[in-house]
Every structure is written in C-alpha cells, then in structure tokens.
Nanobody, 117 residues
Framework: QVQLVESGGGLVQPGGSLRLSCAASGGLFSASHMAWSRQAPEKQRGTVAT???????NYLESVKGRFTISRDNAKNMVYLQMNNLKPEDTAVYYCGAFGPGFTSWSWGQGTHVTVSS
C-alpha cells in the first residue's frame, strides 16, 4: 500500500507562487500514475493535474500555463509548481497515486493553500 505525504502549502498573495511536494513510499512509484487534486470550501474535489509513468501530463483548463506537475522517480517525489496564483486556487491540495494492481486512487492527507491579499 502506498503512503503519500504532501507539503509546501501556505498563504500566498495573488500573483505569487508555491511549490507543492509529495513524498511517496510503499509502492511501485515509477510505474504509478500520479495526480494532484484540490477541494475548495463547500465545493467538490476535482483533479488539477496528472502525470503518467512516462511523464505525459494533463491539466485542468483553468490552471494550464500556470501550474506544472513533475515527478522524480529516483526520489519517489511528485511536485506541483503553481505560479500566478489566484484567490480561486484556494483549496486543500491532495496528492494521489494509481499504481499497478490498484483498483482505486490512493490519496494523501492534503496541504492547505490560501491565496489572499
């Protein structure tokens, strides 16, 4: 079973940047699809970005050009670089993994991101 621990959240002003990190352990990281999702207050959780084992990426339309997902298979890490942050990006951000043999995504505990002046 994979364990995922997110870090890097915090308070940032509009237009600022944050880099979220996710440390994975206990699974076949290099063979896993990885993702970031977020849940804003009183809203449903939604996928922000995904990255395949080969590094193919997909993004939520509203974050394209601002967010970048990346992975380091040597370190079992996945990252989300967030630039030009907007108040509507405020949410709890979760790291997810879908590895070989998984029947559903596994998610971490989340890290809070607040974009406010």
């Amino acid at each position: 079973q994979v364990q995922l621990v997110e870090s890097g959240g915090g308070l940032v002003q509009p237009g600022g940047s944050l880099r979220l990190s996710c440390a994975a352990s206990g699974g076949l990281f290099s063979a896993s699809h990885m993702a970031w999702s977020r849940q804003a207050p009183e809203k449903q959780r939604g996928t922000v970005a995904t990255i395949s084992p080969r590094g193919n990426t997909n993004y939520l339309e509203s974050v394209k050009g601002r967010f970048t997902i990346s992975r380091d298979n040597a370190k079992n890490m996945v990252y989300l670089q967030m630039n030009n942050l907007k108040p509507e990006d405020t949410a709890v951000y979760y790291c997810g993994a879908f590895g070989p043999g998984f029947t559903s995504w596994s998610w971490g505990q989340g890290t809070h991101v607040t974009v406010s002046s």
